[in-house]
């Protein structure tokens, strides 16, 4: 089945920094989703992009299909975009469930 | 828009016991989803609905836990009996759609806030 790692598993920045997240596929994927899950346990979809590039606010996300990768950047961090960033994708051989990352856990500093 | 709605968002229960967690999508999403999430790991999908037919559950624990959509709406999901190692969060999600083409994003899945349930 579709294997996803996410790295780095642990992210330590000062508010201000900026950092990239990266997620590794084993097979290609067609529904590629980023979500950031909050202090709270609240999981926001942050990207739903399966190819190409995608910018929102200080979040951006591009994902090469045919190299089964996917990054997201953070520019600017500030102290809400702590918590733990996960990426999911699933194709018609995982049923297109959903298969997750064990995410990245980010903490920005003030 | 009105989100994803859990109820409750708290339930401790004993071993043994059961509990029910209830769900209601976003109006007008045909997929709903029910995942588990341990502390420090992904969710897990338990069970994914299209409409009120089931479309995967091959991860559900069937012999203690059940999930209906009876009028392909809201949702429930009873666990009986509990045990220990169910504590965990239980997230809904809907999504406008199963899948479609690439690109469509009407798979995008968003999530309630979770019912965090604790078996003692």
């Known amino acids: 089945g579709i294997q996803v790692e996410q790295s780095p598993p642990d992210l330590i920045l000062q508010e201000g920094a900026n950092s990239t997240l990266r997620c590794n596929f084993s097979?290609?994927?067609?529904?590629l989703q980023w979500f950031h899950q909050n202090p709270w346990g609240q999981l926001i979809n942050l990207f739903y992009?399966?190819?190409?590039?995608k910018q929102n606010g200080r979040l951006s996300a591009t994902t090469v299909a045919t190299e089964r990768y996917s990054l997201l950047y953070i520019s600017s961090s500030q102290t809400t975009d702590s918590g733990v960033y996960f990426c999911?994708?699933?194709?018609?051989?995982?049923?297109?469930?959903?298969?997750w990352g064990a995410g990245t856990k980010l903490i920005i500093k003030p | 828009e009105a989100g994803v709605a859990q109820s409750p968002r708290y339930k401790i229960i004993e071993k043994r016991q059961s509990v029910a967690f209830w769900c209601n999508p976003i109006?007008?999403?045909?997929?709903l989803y029910w995942y588990q999430q341990i502390l420090g790991q992904g969710p897990k999908l338990l069970i994914q609905?299209?409409?009120?037919?089931?479309?995967?559950d091959s991860q559900l624990p069937k012999d203690r836990f059940s999930a209906e959509r009876l009028k392909g709406v809201d949702s429930t999901l009873k666990i009986q009996p509990a045990k220990l190692e169910d504590s965990a969060v239980y997230l809904c999600?809907?999504?406008?759609?199963?899948?479609?083409?690439?690109?469509?994003?009407?798979?995008?899945?968003?999530f309630g806030p979770g019912t965090r349930l604790l078996v003692l």
């Open positions: 609905f299209q409409n009120n037919g089931v479309v995967d």
């Open positions: 999600a809907s999504s406008l759609d199963r899948w479609g083409l690439r690109g469509t994003g009407q798979e995008t899945q968003y």
């Open positions: 992009i399966p190819s190409g590039t």
């Open positions: 097979d290609s994927v067609n529904n």
């Open positions: 109006s007008g999403h045909a997929t």
């Open positions: 999911a994708g699933g194709s018609l051989d995982s049923n297109y469930q959903l298969i």
